[in-house]
Each structure stands twice: as structure tokens, then as C-alpha cells.
């Protein structure tokens, strides 16, 4: 898991479609600055107005079955194979 400080402003990460050494290339909502996944587990900014900045990173999230999850998080919606079928997971999934 990464910081999500640009700026000292929060923002959220997509990625761009593209791929570099087969990692993708993400990209920050605030300032739309390309970012890449370095080895040693920072991203940092290789284009746009963060071009050298470098975010690190906090935290491998845990791992937790789908029974775990729901029970600390009884809102979450899951998707189904068919991208149009989305269910509340408190649904019996």
C-alpha cells in the first residue's frame, strides 16, 4: 500500500493503460502526473509536474477471507463474472 499525499494534498491513483518492464504505469488524479512501481517498493513520478518525486510505501494490507472482510466491512458490493451483476456481499457470497 502507498501514500496517497501529492502536495501534501490527498489524491487517488488509475492507471494509464500503458506498461513499462510489464508493470503499469499509474497515474494521480490531482495533477494527472505519471508515476512508476519501483523495486524498492516506492512509486515514483516520472512525468508531468511530479517528474522526480517519490511517494513510499506504507504497508502490505493483510490478508482476509471474504467472511473476514464482510464482517468488517457488511457494505461492500461484490462484482460477479458478469460485469452487470452486483450483489451486496451480505448476500450468502
Known sequence: ?????????????GTTGYTYNNLF?????????VWYP???????????S???QRITF???PPIVSLKQWRE???ETMVLLDDAASVIPA????
Not at 8 to 13: I, K, V
Open 90 to 93: 451480505k448476500a450468502g457470497i
Open 38 to 48: 519501483m523495486q524498492d517498493g516506492s512509486i515514483d513520478g516520472i512525468g508531468g
Open 50 to 52: 511530479q517528474l522526480g
Open 25 to 33: 504505469l499509474l497515474y494521480d488524479r490531482l495533477t494527472e502526473s
Open 58 to 60: 506504507i504497508e502490505e
Open 1 to 13: 500500500m502507498y501514500g496517497r499525499q501529492v502536495n501534501g494534498q490527498t489524491t487517488t491513483f
Open 72 to 74: 468488517l466491512h457488511p
